[in-house]
């Protein structure tokens, strides 16, 4: 009896196809919107998991296989989600994400296009643990939980309806692109709890995690990694950016 479930060789197959790096310390994997990076309460099978049962297959190891989490995205983000397939690399990967040593760059599908084509946001924002969602905090005192949030965006192009937003992450606080952007009236495709006018059908947002770039923990080399947009929602308003002129 095997350690992890069976993976089939149609899911084996998608999971392959999607790695977009990989070495012996670390598995950077483009995430669908909807899969969860680590367990919560839903009891769904997190990506963590599937990995490891992907991995006991493709190299035939037979016990325990390691898959740190140092990084989490939204279960309706898609793109780069991170693992470390060692302590050593969990532990340095850590310590990155929070010191700021990693680059990280997201597309942001808005309903409106703001009012400058670049701009840093800087805000204090306060999570609500029971509405599970973040709030942009406006003037008076400061709530005991308040954090500094900032990010940079860049207007990349537009569609008949949508504007397509690259954005730099400089921290990294719960669902702050979601709230910070539609703090400014541009509110993501999809994204209901923040003020959408209507759902996508596949229930994603039109957040992608577009690349990321750091130093190799170990091999001390320079990594940039790039994840293609495979979402149905955001991907066909993409291809409709393809014959726009971006400014």
């Known amino acids: 009896m095997g350690v992890y479930r069976a993976i089939s060789d149609r899911e084996f197959g998608d999971i392959a196809s999607r790695i977009l790096f990989e070495d012996n310390h670390i598995l950077v994997f483009n995430k669908l919107a909807g899969e969860i990076v680590q367990g919560d309460k839903t009891g769904d099978e997190p990506l963590a998991e599937t990995l490891k049962a992907f991995i006991a297959r493709r190299d035939s190891k037979p016990g325990q296989v390691f898959m740190g989490v140092p990084h989490r995205l939204d279960r309706p983000v898609s793109g780069i989600a991170m693992f470390a397939k060692t302590s050593k690399a969990l532990e340095r990967l850590d310590a990155m994400f929070k010191s700021g040593e990693v680059d990280k760059r997201y597309w ?23 509405q599970n969602k973040t709030f942009v905090c406006r003037g008076g005192k400061l709530p005991a939980n308040a954090r500094l949030a900032k990010l940079e965006y860049t207007f990349l192009g537009s569609t008949e309806r949508y504007h397509l937003l690259e954005v730099k992450l400089y921290t990294g606080r719960h669902h702050q692109i979601r709230a910070q952007l539609s703090s400014i009236g541009c509110v993501i495709k999809g994204d209901l709890k923040y ?17 990321i770039s750091f130093v190799h923990p170990v091999r001390k080399e320079p990594v940039y990694v790039e994840a293609p947009v495979i979402q149905p929602a955001m991907r066909q308003c993409i291809k409709d950016l393809e014959s726009i002129q971006k400014p």
């Open 195 to 211: 003020g959408a006018p209507r759902s996508n059908n596949d229930g994603s947002i039109c957040l992608h995690a577009r690349s």
């Open 108 to 130: 942001a599908l808005v309903c409106s296009r703001p009012a400058q084509d670049n701009a840093v946001l800087e805000n204090y924002l306060s999570r609500n643990e029971k």
